[in-house]
């Protein structure tokens, strides 16, 4: 079945330490997303990617890194910068003719320790 | 820059009673209109979408309208189920710029008791 993971379910960060949370598809999608979702406050765009090699930030980059070597893979790096990086990270991707369609993994629950 | 707002929750409905999400939004151009929902603890699901003016986007008997005029998108049910209690957003996406950027509602939370 064609979808997309995220790994691990919850994941927790110590003080002062960079995690990295997993995405991968196989949908053959060429553009991928990576959201936070806090309670309230909707969905929050952090990063996208078009196509492999290129990224651009969203609405909310700082304190978060990407990259894009493989069209299905698309990890997101919380980084020590990000001071409140409690939340729930969801990744999407669209492509081919409905590529305005997203489509999200089951996410990953960050908390700090 | 594109917004879109939806009624605050949570709304609480008994089984089989109707429905209605409003939701409205203000984007450059003609976006393309959805809705998603997500079950307790899991990513979001596309519901139902509509890419022009006056269409009707329909799915597991949910409903929304393409509404240019008022600038509006409502999610609407006929009778809803417990099995329908989730949060539903609203979005919309804006292909300026050759890129694809949902811009979501803060999301209304519904739970339907037997």
């Known amino acids: 079945d064609g979808g997309i993971t995220q790994s691990p379910k919850y994941l927790f960060r110590k003080e002062g330490q960079n995690v990295t949370l997993s995405c991968e598809q196989n949908l053959n999608h060429d553009a991928m997303y990576w959201y936070r979702q806090d309670p309230g406050q909707g969905l929050r765009l952090i990063y996208y990617?078009?196509?492999?090699?290129?990224?651009q930030k969203g609405d909310i980059a700082e304190g978060y890194s990407v990259s894009r070597e493989k069209k299905e893979s698309f990890p997101l790096t919380v980084t020590s910068a990000q001071k409140n990086p409690t939340a729930f990270y969801l990744c999407?991707?669209?492509?081919?003719?409905?590529?305005?369609?997203?489509?999200f993994g089951p996410g990953t629950r960050l908390l700090v320790l | 820059g594109n917004s879109v707002t939806q009624m605050e929750g949570p709304v609480t409905l008994s089984e089989e009673a109707f429905l209605t999400i409003n939701c409205t939004y203000t984007?450059?151009?003609?976006?393309?209109l959805f809705w998603y929902v997500q079950y307790p603890g899991e990513g979001l699901q596309l519901l139902l979408k509509a890419t022009k003016a006056d269409d009707k986007g329909s799915n597991k008997g949910f409903e929304a309208t393409y509404r240019k005029e008022t600038t509006s998108f409502h999610l609407e049910k006929g009778s809803v189920q417990v099995s329908d209690s989730a949060v539903y957003f609203c979005?919309?996406?804006?292909?300026?710029?050759?890129?694809?950027?949902?811009?979501f509602g803060k999301g209304t939370k519904l739970s339907v008791i037997p």
């Open positions: 984007a450059t151009g003609y976006p393309s």
């Open positions: 990617s078009q196509i492999v090699n290129d990224f």
């Open positions: 979005a919309l996406i804006s292909s300026g710029a050759g890129s694809y950027q949902l811009t």
């Open positions: 999407a991707s669209s492509g081919g003719q409905g590529r305005e369609t997203q489509y």
